[in-house]
């Protein structure tokens, strides 16, 4: 059945059919569920993409994520997800698949533009009103991404040539507040386990511990600062290293959970108390984290409030909107559990 056949058996004309179905037009409520049972009854289907011919609006975002298995992919994706469903929008997702071809290799990404530029011809496609591209790890893409014909927004990664709208999060102030925590705890020797040296976000938090340090009239011991590479191996290196110290840290800040978990198993392996003879403090709030034990203290990402500011951002753009800041930067949580011990 098609509107018209619905227009006549209602005993309406067409537009107002048209009008119910959109939610537009001054139709009675009695005469909009009179059509809306017919339409129910029928099993019509409007034809969305005759209706984006004729509007010009496909009432569609396309979600481009560099690799749909990164731990915070599927959050970010929920939060734009809900968003748009919210405000009548549909998603089409691709997922490039980026994770097994370049590890933690992330600069090398801009080897498969190709895939990428295959993701935009997607969506092109589809005609979908906007992208938003989720990144693998927080990082610049500006170099990465060609311009695109329809508005478009970065998650997760930004953009330093200023072409692009981005949602991000700050790295630093949650660090800081993570130290000081231990500070609070009497914690005055503490340890580093870093990320990756050519991640930006790894010197943001770098900056982070510093200034809490500085702020706290403490000194820096650099046989305290471990060198890591965001991965579970790394953490068990650093406690190696760690054990190999006549003078210890008494609390270690790790750039991710999972430089944490290792340094955790590899103390717990050799004896060693969490917190009571070292305490730990993780980033990320990675499921890994309700598995541990004692409890991780960590950092939480605002993963959700991310996708939803970027679906914001989004359609802002897309209904021509004045948009003041191409940058947001969301705050992260700091998350209290059982690994941080007083002195």
Known sequence: ??????????????????????????????????IMQIVGEEGYVPNRIAKSLRTKKSNTIGIMVE?????????????????????????????????????????????YKEIIE????????????????????????????????????????YDTGKKNYYVTYDNKNITKKAVQHLIANNHTDI??????????????????????????????????????????????????RYKKLMSKPTAIFAMNDLMAVGFIDAALDDGVRIPEDVSIIGFDNQEVCRFTRPRLT?????????????????????????????????DCRFVEKKSVAKR
């Open 1 to 34: 059945m098609n509107m018209k056949e619905i227009a006549e058996k209602a005993g309406v004309s067409v537009a107002t059919v048209s009008y119910v179905l959109n939610g537009t037009g001054n139709v009675s409520q009695k005469k909009r569920e009179e």
């Open 67 to 111: 690799d749909i298995t990164a731990f915070q992919t599927p959050r970010i994706i929920n939060g734009i997800n809900e968003y748009a469903e919210r405000h009548g929008y549909t998603v089409i997702l691709n997922d490039m698949g980026l994770l097994k071809r370049v590890g933690k290799d992330f600069e090398s990404i801009s080897r």
């Open 118 to 157: 295959k993701g935009f011809q997607i969506f092109e496609r589809a005609q979908v009103d906007g992208i938003i591209y989720v990144a693998l790890h927080d990082r610049d893409v500006s170099q990465l991404l060609k311009p695109v014909g329809v508005p478009f927004v970065l998650a997760y990664c």
């Open 191 to 240: 340890g580093l386990i870093c990320g990756e040296e050519s991640s930006k976000p790894a010197h943001q938090r770098y900056e982070g511990f510093r200034e809490a340090m500085e702020e706290n009239h403490l000194t820096i011991n650099n046989d305290y600062i471990f060198p890591g590479d965001w991965e579970f191996e790394s953490g068990r290196l650093a406690y190696e």
């Open 298 to 330: 960590t950092v939480d990402l605002p993963l959700e409030a991310m996708g939803d500011e970027a679906g914001r951002l989004l359609l802002s753009l897309i209904h021509k909107e004045k948009v003041k800041e191409k940058k947001v930067v969301l």
